[in-house]
Nanobody, 116 residues
Framework: QVQLVESGGGSVQAGESLRLSCAAA?????????MAWYRQAPGQQRELVAA???????RYADSVKGRFSISRENIRNTVYLQMNSLKPEDTAVYYC?????????WGQGTQVTVSS
């Protein structure tokens, strides 16, 4: 059973920073092809925030380019999201995602709240 656990969420003021972490809670024999962060605000669909391939290719949502930075440690199946210059519209539950062999694995989510 693959388990991903997020940490680092919280409540901050606009303009402040947060760093999210996601790590495997148990060991398993493969490395995720892609690790990503998604978010879901109340009443909205889950959306991709940032993704990083094991070889290093990175993709960001337009809304976070220049403010967020994703990184990963392949050997630990760990992924990070550095979030700077946070805005109220970044408020959401943030989910860690790992993709391997056509399957998606999800964390339980961590709340990020940004007040103006």
């Amino acid at each position: 059973q693959v388990q991903l656990v997020e940490s680092g969420g919280g409540s901050v003021q606009a303009g402040e920073s947060l760093r999210l972490s996601c790590a495997a809670a148990n060991s398993f024999s493969f490395t995720f092809n892609v690790m990503a962060w998604y978010r879901q605000a109340p009443g909205q669909q889950r959306e991709l925030v940032a993704a990083i391939v094991s070889g290093g290719t990175i993709r960001y949502a337009d809304s976070v380019k220049g403010r967020f930075s994703i990184s990963r440690e392949n050997i630990r199946n760990t992924v990070y999201l550095q979030m700077n210059s946070l805005k109220p519209e970044d408020t959401a539950v943030y989910y860690c995602n790992g993709k391997f062999s056509g399957r998606d694995y999800w964390g339980q989510g961590t709340q990020v709240t940004v007040s103006s």
